[in-house]
């Protein structure tokens, strides 16, 4: 193990030690915190579990004696706390707005002190909190044996910041391991150990391969991570819906074929060019078609249809027409303009026989050749602009069954029905945080 590494952990026993001092900790217990001491406790733990309550809500009531358990088995983890902050009194109020806690129970999760992107949304139950939390004591790097054992890995984990050293003992590996420790949650470090080549970084994905040309040094190898571990352009899956959800941004959704990446790869490129100001404003979203297919059914397109472009703000679903005028100047740029002013909005209740998309516009560069499929005459755009607001189904959309459901099970929800024309509703919202699993703050009034 690097020396860097057992300074660190003597340095985090010495913190838990400090904390010891102010807090009462009783290692096997849930440990009551409050705006005064959230900050310490934290601090002095490696992974910190803390649990977001409120008395009325029933799953926290559910929850109470299952973390009191987790705690218990945890007690072997001299690095591990577990506290918990009762959001309904007054000394908790800095403590759950710096957290922007709406729904009960939330289990945030601490690093040194730091709260992690991720919360706890796995099993309630004590052994699978401990293999949780297990993973996350895990060492920052993984060790691969071969391009195999690395792809197989990138292939679970989607993307890794791959190190080639030729031993643990350099400076550079050193670095790279204190980079991988402040990182380690948003992107796997994998490190190759006996290199027979000159040390080397490089990040790697599904499509693709970057080499990191800097000097190996914290800041600058910090920086270079981080932009390709947090990535402006993310995909969806049904294990992370759940989470990019609660962030409460409007996606911009593209759904792709799995057996053709160009057009994520062409939307990923604009977006980086053109969008890099609509961080924290618009999620930029990327979505396998077939996995996603009762979206796009919404939309009243099917997996031959891909790819799809949509934006969905959890009420409604608003499509791109035609996904090539990505390609076009100002046509994106026009379609997040109009989500922004409302116009998109308006257009879906009060269909025009506007039809902007269809105007000659200059192809950006690398644009692939459009179809000539023009509506010309205004007798075409007054139906075209008729046919958006009854759109035409496809037989195999023409169904009552609900997704999922046994064959024949018919329902009565006119949203799921493609063939009336309905505005079209959010499909992805259903991804949000269950009212199954979780009270809202928002629905205190109600009970």
Known sequence: MPIIRLITLALVGSLLASAENEVAINRGEVVTLSDDVMDTFTNGNEITLVNFYADWCRFSQMLKPVFAETARLLAKYPNVGLGSINCESSDTVVTREKYHISKYPTIKVFRRGVALKAEYRGQRSPQAIEAFITELLKDAVVAVQDENDMNEHIQRRHRAVIGHFENEDSPEFNVFHEVAAKLRDECSFLKFIGSPSATSIQFKNAREDIRFDGEIQEEQLFNWAREHCNPIVREITFDNGEELTEEGLPFLILFYSPDDHKPVDDFTKIIKEKFTHERGNINFITADGHKFSHPLRHLGKTKKDLPVLAFDTFKHMYLFKRFNNIYKEGKLEKFVSDLHSGKLH??????????????????????????????????????????????????????????????????????????????????????????????????????
Do not use: I, M
Request: charge should be negative; glycine fraction near 4%.
């Open 346 to 447: 308006h257009n879906l209740h009060h269909p025009t026989a506007e039809d902007d998309d269809d105007q000659d516009t200059p192809q950006l560069e690398g644009a692939p050749k459009e179809s000539d499929g023009k509506v010309d005459t205004l007798k075409e755009k007054v139906e075209a602009a008729e046919k958006r607001k009854n759109p035409e189904v496809p037989e195999e959309l023409k169904t009552t069954q609900k997704p999922g459901a046994p064959e024949g099970e018919v329902h009565d929800d006119e949203h799921d029905d493609p063939s009336k024309p309905v505005p079209v509703k959010s499909v992805l919202k259903h991804l949000k945080p269950s009212q199954n699993r979780y009270s809202f703050a928002h629905n205190r009034d109600e009970l």
